[in-house]
Nanobody, 117 residues
Framework: QVKVVESGGGLVQAGGSLRLTCAAS????????MAWYRQAPGKQRELVAY??????RYADSVKGRFTISRDTAKTTGYLQMNSLKPEDTAVYYC????????????WGQGTQVTVSS
């Protein structure tokens, strides 16, 4: 049983910062990669940032403002969001690629980020 839980969302003014946390727990060998996605009302879910052992990448819209990282155990991921804009308002979801006998993809329940102008 694997659980992925996000936290850290909230309401912030434009120009402010938030840090999201994604914690993976349960029975597995390792977390191979983590990614943050977001979905705004009426829009499709989009990739925001991705991290693995040898790669990080960002959506163009957040480059230079958001930073993705993981702890040394690689079971907890973070998304530091700076210079937030109203268009960053969305539900943010964490996705974890978890290695057991095979690799499975797990989603968290999402955390709301609202940026006021």
């Amino acid at each position: 049983q694997v659980k992925v839980v996000e936290s850290g969302g909230g309401l912030v003014q434009a120009g402010g910062s938030l840090r999201l946390t994604c914690a993976a727990s349960g029975s597995f060998v390792s977390v191979n990669a983590m990614a943050w996605y977001r979905q705004a009302p009426g829009k499709q879910r989009e990739l925001v940032a991705y991290i693995s052992s040898d790669n990080t990448r960002y959506a163009d819209s957040v480059k230079g403002r958001f930073t993705i990282s993981r702890d040394t155990a690689k079971t907890t991921g973070y998304l530091q969001m700076n210079s937030l804009k109203p268009e960053d308002t969305a539900v943010y979801y964490c996705n974890a690629k978890v290695q057991s006998t095979v690799v499975f993809s797990y989603w968290g329940q999402g955390t709301q980020v609202t940026v006021s102008s």
